[in-house]
């Protein structure tokens, strides 16, 4: 089993900053991608930010310049650094990883998501 851990939303005002964090712990022998998704209500899921294993990210347009993404291999954890929050960042924030599992020789590729963290942002 493997499991997406995150944390770090809250309610914050226009113009502040949060910094979301997400784990990854269980039977994990390599992670590729790891990235940001987030949902506001009545709208689809959407990618936030994405970084692979050797560091290369990519943004939304919507985030680009506010938002950073890193990771920390050795933590198996990747974080998201949201500055300079809109209103309309608020929504459900979910952790998303590629996870490979090796068990009894048998090597399996998996996608895991997150719970999700609601992050607020008031005007």
């Known amino acids: 089993q493997v499991h997406l851990v995150e944390s770090g939303g809250g309610l914050v005002q226009a113009g502040g900053s949060l910094r979301l964090s997400c784990a990854a712990s269980g039977n994990i022998f390599n992670i590729n991608d790891m990235g940001w998704y987030r949902q506001a209500p009545g709208k689809q899921r959407e990618l936030v930010a994405q970084i692979v294993s050797g560091g290369n990210t990519k943004y939304a347009d919507s985030v680009k310049g506010r938002f950073t993404i890193s990771r920390d291999n050795a933590e198996n954890t990747v974080y998201l650094q949201m500055n300079n929050l809109e209103t309309g960042d608020t929504a459900v924030y979910y952790c998303?990883?590629?996870?490979?599992?090796?068990?009894?020789?048998?090597?399996?590729?998996?996608?895991?998501w997150g719970q999700g963290t609601l992050v607020t942002v008031s005007s």
């Open positions: 998303n990883a590629g996870i490979e599992t090796l068990s009894k020789d048998i090597l399996r590729s998996l996608e895991v």
